[in-house]
């Protein structure tokens, strides 16, 4: 969220981003002049053995080694593929892009089998007063089935994460707080929707947490594990 919103600002879409370390390894260097894009980084460090045992269950991995637990973040810098220059990137590292209709129906399926198997039933129907929503009562997930391929995937995806997240825990939590939870699953679903390579390049992600930045460090980790849960079970590899 924060590279897009950088990028934004600067007047360019990024398209695919890594560290300068990689691009070097890839035969790349960063362009004259070129201002990084900064992402918060996790600085994590292993429980000693006093603080795991004193922290039960939760203070091991399944390993059954002391767990490593974030402390805080760190400005870590970014270049986006357009502020280098050098070798042909290999297509294998390339941003994955989808094209036909088989591809978005890859993922429209990938995405309705993980709210099925979190016991949600998808079902469509004609244009509503929303694009989608998810009754915690009947464990229903409904997306307005004359979307377009995007638009339905996204949609699909923000359902899944207000599932995953918890949000639907308490359903009158659930109705009561729609600003910071329905921030919190559209950044998932645009985290996700990225690395499997559909074009988010146009969404006011800014737009979602106008008002809310005091709640967004405390969501930030609860995105991208959710995020990274999607896409593992997707089987596709998350972004670094």
């Known amino acids: 969220m924060l590279i897009t919103a950088q990028a934004a600002e600067r007047g360019f879409t990024p398209s695919l981003v ?27 460090y292993r429980l000693s053995a006093e603080e795991a045992e004193k922290a039960g269950k939760a203070g091991y991995d399944s390993d059954g080694n002391p767990r490593r637990v974030m402390r805080g973040a760190r400005p870590s810098p970014r270049f986006d593929i357009s502020q280098t220059e050098g070798e042909q990137v290999p297509a294998s590292v390339d941003a994955a892009t989808l094209v036909t209709d088989e591809d978005f129906a890859a993922v429209w399926e990938a995405v309705a089998d993980q709210i099925r198997q979190a016991g949600y ?9 929303v694009d989608s929503y998810t009754d915690p009562e009947t464990r229903e997930v409904w997306v307005c089935d004359t979307l377009d391929d995007v638009p339905a995937i996204m949609a699909a995806l923000k359902e899944l994460a207000h599932i995953l997240l918890g949000h639907l825990d308490d359903p009158v939590d659930y109705r009561q707080h729609r600003g910071p939870i329905d921030a919190e699953a559209k950044s998932v679903a645009f985290i996700v ?7 988010t390049a146009t969404t006011d992600v800014l737009g979602w947490w106008n008002g809310l930045t005091d709640f967004m460090p405390e969501a930030a980790e609860r995105i991208t594990a959710t995020a990274q849960q999607i896409l ?9």
């Not at 560290?19 to 980084?41: C, V």
């Not at 929707?193 to 074009?199: C, P, V, W």
């Not at 593992?232 to 670094?240: I, R």
């Open 18 to 44: 890594k560290t300068s370390r990689a691009w070097r390894e890839l035969g790349r260097t960063i362009k004259a002049g070129e201002k990084a894009l900064y992402i918060l980084e996790p600085v994590k």
């Open 121 to 129: 039933n998808v079902a469509g129907g004609p244009p509503g007063q």
């Open 193 to 199: 929707a990225g690395a499997l390579g559909i074009e």
């Open 232 to 240: 593992k079970a997707a089987e596709k590899p998350a972004l670094s």
